[in-house]
């Protein structure tokens, strides 16, 4: 395996195969775009679990995503694509930079699932961007932009029955998505899946059990990613 790419959280390494590349997952962690960093015992560990959980229930139930194998304790296979540099935001429930754009308390639930698009780009911060600036830039073509759309309110109301046979609120998360180097006419889910992506509250006492154990300071971090990845486990096993 050669390198290929290192960011935050993941590195990426050719395969003998030349549309697949292995994706390590680490266990680093970062906040407020790099600023805030640490490392945290077995966070690689996790989070592989847990994305290799939700992307095969996903592909179950018709979502394709570039996951191809399990690989080891904190690696996958995955399809090589063309990352689209759009991060797609949605949101069921007040909460973070939402809370304070609209000065509104955390918690509230909204009316409607909200998407919310990012650029992809570290040295501007990643800033809020709408379909216009998509268009201006060209991040993606309005179809592909109306069927990342699709993707996200599918995986929002996927994820938010899984999670909720867990125990848990689905809050927000973030998706990210490739063209596949194949076939870059399809395009299909990236990237990870995990406490990291997705604000998760605890359904009956609202305790937070995600990255933001790690942005506020309020310890516990790894407890409440393996009690996600025990939870996921129990509610996605086989049922006798």
Not at 118 to 139: C, Q, S, T, W
Not at 158 to 185: I, M, N, Q, W, Y
């Amino acid at each position: 395996m050669t390198p290929l790419y290192e960011g935050k959280a993941k590195r990426l390494f050719t395969t003998d195969h030349p549309d697949e590349l292995l994706m390590e997952f680490k266990d680093s962690a970062t906040a407020f775009n790099g600023a805030k960093k640490a490392e945290f015992e077995n966070k690689g560990r996790f989070n592989k679990a847990l994305t290799v959980l939700i992307y095969r229930a996903l592909e179950a139930r018709g979502v394709p995503t570039h996951f191809v194998r399990d690989a080891g304790d904190i690696a996958i296979i995955v399809k090589k694509v063309s990352i689209i540099p759009i991060e797609l935001v949605v949101r069921n429930v007040v909460a973070g930079s939402l809370a304070k754009r609209l000065g509104r308390p955390e918690g509230g639930k909204l009316r409607q699932p909200l998407v919310e698009l990012y650029f992809k780009d570290d040295a501007l911060g990643d800033p809020m961007i709408n379909d216009e600036h998509v268009r201006e830039l060209g991040l993606a073509s309005p179809e592909e932009l109306g069927r990342l759309k699709q993707f996200g309110l599918r995986v929002n109301d996927l994820l938010g029955d899984l999670f909720a046979g867990a125990g848990l609120t689905l809050v927000d998360f973030k998706l990210e998505f490739g063209r596949l180097a194949t076939d870059p006419s399809t395009v299909v889910l990236a990237d990870e899946i995990s406490p990291d992506t997705c604000r998760l509250w605890d359904a009956q006492t609202g305790e937070k059990m995600d990255k933001d154990r790690f942005r506020r300071d309020l310890g516990g971090v790894m407890e409440s990613y393996a009690e996600v990845l025990r939870r996921l486990e129990k509610e996605l096993a086989p049922k006798s």
